[in-house]
């Protein structure tokens, strides 16, 4: 494989940082991982990757693909296999191991050729040997870089924290939802957007043993995904660890503040009470898995660009990606997925071109086919929480229900293959007329979405 004749900083490795970083290194891009944390890991727990974003580790490196399904975790029942949730009422008395007593309100139907969830720290270390040796530094927090602001081809400079610098010819910001890169980048023309806003929910997460499970739920609506919805309130129980465990994610809606002194601080201390004094009103279904958490748990406080999007993922020779450009809430389960597409995308621009001077054109097109479906993503997922709180359509399961079909649809079905293609015809025109600036897709895309992609055949 030819290496090209440039080399990049990749800031952040995380799950989007490690993934791009293998999708370039397969297509001969040089790079370097650049970590705050003395070695690569992962904070949370399970993560839930669908059709959209099986099919673009499959672009990006079939290695990638393989790691993911040595750790992915699916429905258990064969039955169930295309299920993405069976939707019941969390509110519910009635017990849940006696499925003709509590029958689902609705079932969202996925995919079968993707549809999985994993442990983010199993994912991260089957993504780790695939890089190439001697690729990351650690201990590297990034303070500032210089250098894009000028019309030169010279070499950019990422200064550190701790005093040290680098230098690459392009910058790739996944460093996540607390993006340092994104404050470089957006402080100074847009302070408002270079910091996430909490979106006045929050998360209890818990790790019950499959077993506890059962004997709480039973064992379709333990060993098979499950959503309950409630009044400002709802959880999710999926299995994670090939079935052995069951992962309890449990969202609370409230009007109050962040409590912490500092905003960017996502997680903090608290007690399963806490978790069952925030869920009364629930029934035993929930309740009863909830005191099967520990005793200390965390709250997660969920942040997202919803109120502030960016009005560009690029500017000269740095790019944002995932996270860093478009953090948001988890309630379509498709973050993680959204990041792995821009992977595919970028990677794949960035393996077009020959020529660093070519980089800009590269993001150029990677924001214009990019932007829209992903800032789509952010505001769509706080809708999808009205939902499934009863705060945008009531009671109306009907209406819901057609309305969460509609929407997850329009995130499985995308055809990447021709999204893809689209985004290197729209490089390569740019590169002929010599304008890397993007134009501004509406940041504040209406539903259902109008943007120039298409859907696969068997939508």
Not at 127 to 146: C, D, H, N, Q
Not at 298 to 304: G, I, K, P, S, V
Request: charged share 25%.
């Amino acid at each position: 494989m030819t290496t090209k004749p440039f080399h990049v900083a990749i800031v952040g490795g995380g799950i989007t940082g490690l993934a791009l970083a293998i999708s370039l290194h397969r297509r001969g891009v040089s790079f370097t991982i650049y970590e705050q944390a003395a070695a690569f890991g992962e904070i949370g727990a399970g993560v839930g990757m669908h059709a959209n974003a099986v099919r673009a580790m499959k672009i990006c490196d079939e290695g990638l693909l393989a790691g993911f399904e040595r750790v992915a975790t699916r429905n258990a029942w064969p039955s169930k296999s295309a299920v993405w949730f069976d939707v019941l009422d969390g509110t519910s008395t009635e017990p849940a191991n006696v499925p003709e007593k509590l029958a689902p309100l609705f079932t969202l139907i996925g995919h079968t050729d993707g549809h999985a969830a994993c442990h983010r720290a199993r994912f991260l270390e089957e993504m780790v040997p695939l890089l190439p040796e001697g690729s990351a530094r650690f201990g590297k927090r990034l303070k500032t870089i210089e250098g894009n602001n000028d019309d030169s081809d010279r070499a950019l400079t990422l200064v550190f924290e701790d005093g040290t610098t680098a230098q690459a010819d392009a910058v790739l910001g996944c460093d996540g939802i607390k993006s340092r890169t994104r404050a470089v980048l957006v402080g100074d023309d847009h302070p408002e957007r270079a910091k996430p806003a909490y979106s006045h929910k929050f998360v209890y997460r818990g790790l019950i043993p499959m077993a506890d499970a059962v004997a709480a739920l039973g064992e379709e609506r333990s060993a098979n995904a499950m959503l309950w919805m409630g009044p400002e309130r709802h959880a999710l129980t999926f299995p994670v660890n090939h079935g052995q465990t069951l992962n309890l994610v449990a969202f609370v809606t409230t009007p109050e503040p962040w409590p912490s002194k500092d905003a960017q601080q996502l997680t903090l201390p608290a007690t399963r009470n806490d978790a069952l004094r925030d869920f009364e009103g629930f029934g035993p279904n929930v309740l009863g898995l909830l005191r099967q958490t520990a005793p200390q748990m965390e709250r997660w406080a969920l942040f997202d660009l919803a109120e502030h999007p960016l009005p560009q993922f690029y500017k000269g020779r740095v790019c944002l990606v995932g996270d860093a450009a478009h953090a948001s809430t988890p309630h379509h389960g498709a973050g993680a997925g959204m990041c792995i597409e821009d992977v595919a995308y970028l990677s794949e621009l960035m393996g077009t071109v020959n020529d660093k001077r070519e980089l800009p054109a590269a993001f150029a097109a990677f924001d214009a086919s990019r932007r829209g479906r992903d800032q789509w993503l952010v505001a769509s997922s706080r809708r999808a929480a009205e939902l499934y709180e009863w705060q945008a359509r009531g009671r109306d399961f009907e209406g819901i229900a057609d309305e969460v079909r509609a929407r997850q649809a329009y995130i499985w079905n995308i055809d990447l293959d021709v999204g893809i293609a689209a985004a290197k015809k729209d490089l390569r025109r740019r590169l002929a007329l010599g304008m890397p600036a993007a134009a501004e897709p509406d940041a504040s895309v209406p539903f259902p979405p109008d943007i120039d992609y298409h859907l696969r055949e068997n939508s």
